[in-house]
């Protein structure tokens, strides 16, 4: 375990519910605000939940200088594009690159932008004697789909754009592990450097599930938040009163660099992954095991990789969604692992302010962790009102808080029972 590379995180960039750019998410995150409003990508009047975290105002040809060029992309491509072209610029790293196939890209990202409008069009025509006709409905789909825009939806496209983009030659993945993706993208992305299968990885997530099938499925599960009157205070993770996420969009990424060449070069570093754990619950596919065993073997998993004990932890960004379930779980989880020291231990969720961004939300959240741990302050639990009996730790109420920590967790856990856990350190050099 010592002689293995070591890896730090040397670029960020984000596109969010609460803004464009990492700073702007920060101050907004410290000061407790929120992204959630009624719901404007499409009409969901009608709709049990109608509200949700969509980033405000997108026009990515006001995010990045050639944003003309990608106005056909899909949305979660658009915001990766913007998200990886400020880590890039942050990082620098571009400058120092002799060997393009020592740079890859891995990527958590969901499916891209629907077209509703033309799949509508294409049931009229199949229904139009009454009765579906399988015949019509393609013959409708060759004479109206555009192939450019059924290709750009697949969750792949965003990372073959990106190494395209950036001329990254080496390994290239997508995976789409749910709301575990981006984390999990993250964790592999630190093994491959780890192993010496490349020198520096673009790693993050992005997705955009804030269309019709998208709320309809969640609505379906019970999943959603349907506090429709009060947006702001929809997402209320840890909270007696919480009733559902809200659903999100957005990505995130970092540039992952071998520690030696990032210092090296003068690089910047935000901080090291030190800790990577990875389980499946292995139960059932919308539930979670209710004594949080896949949860409890990630976080131990990831603390024991970076070699710590769960006393060095000086914070926890939850996954901490705004369900019944996965906060009640959760907390049992972060009691299991902590033991004694839990009720010590802040643990926050700033889903409460930006949403569930669902396959970015994981890298989106370890870049929270990296500032507070940089800049001595733990985001807040916005909303949290009124006490869970089940629900019985220090959530960082309402209020950001000073606090000099050197090692944070970041917690993600999906669908299917995916749970991956990061390990994020101070790095002083």
Known sequence: MSSRRRVVVTGIGMINPMGWDVQTVWSGLKEGGSGVA??????????????AAEVKNWDVRKAVADGEDHVQRGRHTQF????????????????????????????????????FGTFSKMMVAALESGEYDPKKFIAAGLELLDPAKELEQEPNMPAAHLAARFNAQGPNFNCLTACAASSQ????ATEIIRRGEADVMLAGGTHSMIHPFGVTGFNLLTALSESNDQPTKASR?????????????????????????????????????????????????????????????????????????????????A???????????????????????????????????????????????????????????????????????????????????????????????????????????????
């Open 38 to 51: 009624p719901t404007t990508l499409f009409d969901a009047t009608g709709f049990p939940t109608r509200i």
């Open 80 to 115: 990766a594009i913007a998200a990886s072209t400020q880590a890039m610029n942050d990082s620098g790293v571009l400058d120092s690159i002799t060997d393009p196939t020592r740079m890859g890209v891995y990527l958590g990202s969901g499916e891209g932008n629907q077209d």
């Open 185 to 188: 993208a993250v964790g592999e």
């Open 237 to 317: 993770p840890f909270d007696a009163g919480r009733n559902g996420f809200v659903l999100g969009e957005g990505s995130a990424m970092v540039i992952l660099e071998e520690l030696e060449a990032a210092k090296a070069r003068g690089a910047t570093i935000y901080g090291e992954i030190t800790g990577y754990g990875t389980t499946a619950d292995a139960y059932r596919i919308t539930d979670i095991p209710p004594d949080g065993h896949g949860g409890i073997a990630a976080m131990r998993m990831a603390i024991a990789d970076a070699g710590l004990n769960p006393t060095d932890i000086g914070y926890v960004n």
């Open 319 to 429: 996954h901490g969604t705004s369900t019944k379930v996965n906060d009640r779980v959760e907390t049992k989880a972060c009691r299991e692992v902590f033991g004694d020291n839990a009720i010590n231990t802040p643990v926050s969720s700033t889903k409460s302010m930006m949403g569930h961004l669902i396959a970015a939300a994981g890298v989106t959240e370890m870049i929270v962790c990296l500032m507070a741990i940089r800049h001595g302050v733990l985001p807040p639990t916005i909303n949290y009102e009124n006490p869970d009996p089940d629900c019985d730790l220090d959530y960082v109420p309402n209020e950001a808080r000073q606090s000099d920590i050197q090692h944070a967790l970041n917690n993600s856990f999906g669908f299917g029972g995916q749970n991956v856990t990061l390990c994020l350190s101070r790095f002083d050099g």
